[in-house]
């Protein structure tokens, strides 16, 4: 009697996710740099350094978004620019593309975790009068308890976990509107101070300084490509990725401009460079109990937001290279009732524990805060550096009307040679501040290039990876 296993079910990814869930995914993600770390580009040149760099940072990320929007739109799998990669240009760059990914959302995660843990700090220490170091105590289990509850919820489902995100991303946003609304120049509290803030030196460091600012000026919307990691879970892709991605945009640049304007405006620009938590800063310094809680939520929410969207990122690019077997093919398997990569889930969360714990302890949240988003920083970088390549390659190997588009992005090739140029520029900043680190994670990726193609490479089934019903490209 022979057996057969073409009635046996195919155990995938859902599609069940709309537009509203893409956009919590890419906005979750990046929120959180409102609430921390983009302050840094204060430190790096000052005020208006840093607004200048939310500028810059914003131009980068629109051409980042737009180009997402068509090949990802297109190039339907998770795994996102990692599947992009194996498809467009190679192997080799795919396996270093789904690292940059990990890296980037791991790191991100760990950022997020120690803001968990500092805002645990503060409001044991704010409202519940205990001492720093009895505060410190209290906090440090947070940093971990929060990765552990956000990793079940992500195991059990991704429709639940972004359903959450779209509330949780919803009340920050609106949280940082509600300052804004309670300080601006209407409200009569004449909180704001640009006028003393500013008379003095507001650019300490020159055009330099502005150039080095760049680095985290990236930290306003760091993330929001992974809403390409969604693209095998949504029901309509050329659709639901297009407009969640860009309105997602549009959102985080209202968003970093009223961050900017209200920070500034209240906290003195020497201190607010090396905040920890800024924005709660901001709201304890209104002097509004209201405003203060409303902050911490705030700041509390898109730091959990973030801390979701990436470990639904992180187990999506990890499980998709274990599914092509660029990695252990045990990494690419799905859960049977929950429909999650729930190997790849678990296996991310010790490593974001890890760094997250070696960074609130070392130093209490804020220092190796910097180092961390640094790492994630330098990973999204050189991701994005990737993407002209890809872009341009996809453009000539499948021209337009070779094949259907989900989207087609205008004028290219002006958002990719732009794109190109400000990620030159931006490598520029951030060997001025952290020379060491581009060369250390360099250094990580020639190594692992090298172990991929002699070790790795030999259990990649090349012909398996081509998941696309395209004709041969041209030159082929």
Sequence with gaps: MSTSTSNVPHIGLRR???????????????????FMGWNF?????????????????????????MIDSEVTSTVAAAGGQYTQAKHIVGPLMAFNVGLYLVLAYTMLEAADA?????????????????????????????????????????????????SVNIVITGFAFLAILLLLFNVGPWSGTQLLQHKVFFSNETLPYGWLGVVASLQFGM???LGI??????????????RAIPLGTMTGMLTLVIAAIITWYVCTGLIPWEYLGIAATPMYDAGKLTGNWGLQVLMWVGSAFAAMASA??????????????????????????????????????????????AFALTGYTQIQGQIMLNQIVTFSILAGLLGYTFMPINMIRFRRMWPLGSIERGYVHPFHPIPTLTLATLCAITFVAVF??????????MAFFII?????????YKYVRRGDQFTMNWPRPIGY
């Excluded at 350094?49 to 940072?57: G, M, P, R």
């Excluded at 990494?331 to 729930?342: I, N, S």
């Excluded at 001025?432 to 994670?441: C, K, V």
Aim: hydrophobic share 50%; proline share 5%; with cysteine.
């Design 16 to 34: 069940v996710l709309g537009p509203a869930h893409v956009w919590a995914l890419g906005v979750g993600i990046v929120l959180v740099g409102e």
């Design 41 to 65: 580009t204060i430190d790096n040149g000052g005020p208006w350094a840093a607004l200048v760099a939310c500028f810059v940072s914003g131009l980068l990320y629109t051409c980042v978004a």
């Design 114 to 162: 120690i803001v968990v843990g500092d805002l645990m700090k503060s409001l044991a220490a704010d409202f519940g009068g205990a001492t720093p170091e009895m505060a410190e105590q209290l906090a440090r289990p947070f940093v971990t308890l929060s990765i552990l509850i956000l990793a079940l919820l992500n195991y059990r489902g991704v429709f639940m976990t972004l």
């Design 219 to 221: 930290w306003y919307y």
């Design 225 to 238: 490509e992974g809403t390409c990691q969604s693209a095998e879970e949504v029901r309509s892709p050329g």
């Design 308 to 353: 979701n969207g990436c470990i639904n990122d992180a187990s999506r690019a990890w499980f998709s290279m274990g599914r092509d077997r660029y990695l252990p093919a045990w990494f690419g398997a799905v859960h049977p009732r929950y429909h999650t990569p729930y190997r790849a889930i678990v296996f991310l969360v010790p490593i974001a524990c």
């Design 432 to 441: 001025l501040g952290y020379g060491r680190n581009l060369l250390a994670i």
């Design 448 to 456: 692992i290039s090298v172990w991929f193609v002699l070790h790795r």
